[in-house]
């Protein structure tokens, strides 16, 4: 899949500095003077996370080593593009994803953050998050567990806390906080299972489980374990029926009366 996408990337961006001239320099610059994803990916977020502390080659530099001792983390940026580009209705193209969506690029981002607090660098991991937080709106600490396929749509609010743990194909809407109840320590921050769908400006506290397939109802709070295959709306959260979907994350349907029993 590495492959195929990067050619795709290639062959896009190829034709659009025909079509768009104004971008070339911007296009070339980020995507045709390299030879794979993640060169591409680390001059890209280098230059976006750059200031005047930090110059982009030495943050380029971090990208690039951590790709390196971490290939997976180029597995996961893989997976994360594929499921921007089956998800989002509003995208039929690998280039857009790469070089405008933030979502996307501030999950690659805190995957950067994330080695560099595993490898015991946490300052410079938190510093990592703070320029997030800054440059995409997207506040993720450092040791949040993140799997592949995960989609932040819009991301523009989004905030997760230190022990959260987010698994594979996941769909997490703008202004969603998985966060904690109080100033409580430990493991307190939900975990969310597989295939789950988080609408717009849901808000998930304490150590609790969303289970598999679950879907969370816009701007619903949750404070109690939701089961696999459920359907939770409301203030507090409810239960109210099951997705339609197996994997609500990738039909990226946010009406609950489209599911099972949401009526009855």
Known sequence: MQNRIWIKLYEEATRLVETEPLLASYVYACILNHNSLGSS????????????????IAVRELF?????????????AVHDMQA?????????????????????????????????????????????QSRN???????????????????FDHATGIVIGETTVIED?????????????????????????????????????GNIEVGTGAKVGAGSVVLENVPPHTTVVGVPARKV??????????TMDQNVFNDESALN
């Open 41 to 56: 990916l680390s001059y890209l977020l280098a230059n976006k996370l750059a200031d005047a502390v930090m110059p982009a």
């Open 64 to 76: 690039d080593a951590a790709y390196v001792q971490s290939p997976d983390m180029i597995v996961n």
């Open 84 to 128: 921007v580009y089956d998800r989002d209705a509003a995208t039929n193209s690998y280039l857009p994803i790469l070089l405008f969506l933030k979502g996307y690029q501030s999950i690659q981002v805190h995957r950067l953050a994330h080695f560099l607090w595993q490898n015991k660098r946490r300052e410079l991991a938190l510093f990592m």
């Open 133 to 151: 937080s800054e440059v995409f709106g997207v506040d993720i600490h450092p040791a949040c567990v993140m799997g592949k396929g995960i989609m």
């Open 169 to 205: 194909d996941v769909s997490i809407m703008q202004s969603v906080t998985l966060g904690g109840t109080g100033n409580e320590t430990g493991d307190r921050h939900p975990k969310i299972r597989s295939g789950v769908l988080i609408s717009t400006g849901a808000k998930v506290l």
């Open 241 to 250: 029926g099951k997705p339609c979907s197996d994997l609500p994350s990738r």
